[in-house]
């Protein structure tokens, strides 16, 4: 089950419920709770833009600890294989 929030929807459903506060609460202090919300909602939504934004660095970084621990597996094969007998006979 895949879940997805929409960062928009949740600002706008945010000014909407501040406007309803304010047409019913106009001297109570919930306007303000409120807006303090709705800030929280926009920057949050600029967070998550952020964090969706692919990171080139940990991919390249990535890949680059893949490719020498395949050089490693690849040279220690070799070792085993053609050096390690080398080191075995008895002459």
């Known amino acids: 089950m895949h ?3 929409d960062p928009e929807k949740i600002v706008e459903t ?3 419920l501040c406007n309803r506060i304010e047409e019913r609460f106009p001297a109570s202090g919930l ?3 409120c807006g303090d919300l709705l800030e929280i909602a926009n920057e949050n939504k600029s967070r998550a833009e952020w964090i969706a ?3 080139i660095g940990l991919r390249v970084g ?3 600890v ?3 621990s395949l050089i490693g597996l690849f040279y220690s094969v070799i070792g085993v294989f053609f050096l390690l007998p080398d080191l075995t ?3």
């Open 3 to 5: 879940r997805n929030l």
């Open 14 to 16: 945010v000014k909407r």
């Open 31 to 33: 306007g303000r709770v």
């Open 53 to 55: 934004r692919p990171n």
């Open 62 to 64: 990535t890949v680059l």
């Open 66 to 68: 893949i490719v020498l």
């Open 89 to 91: 006979q008895v002459s």
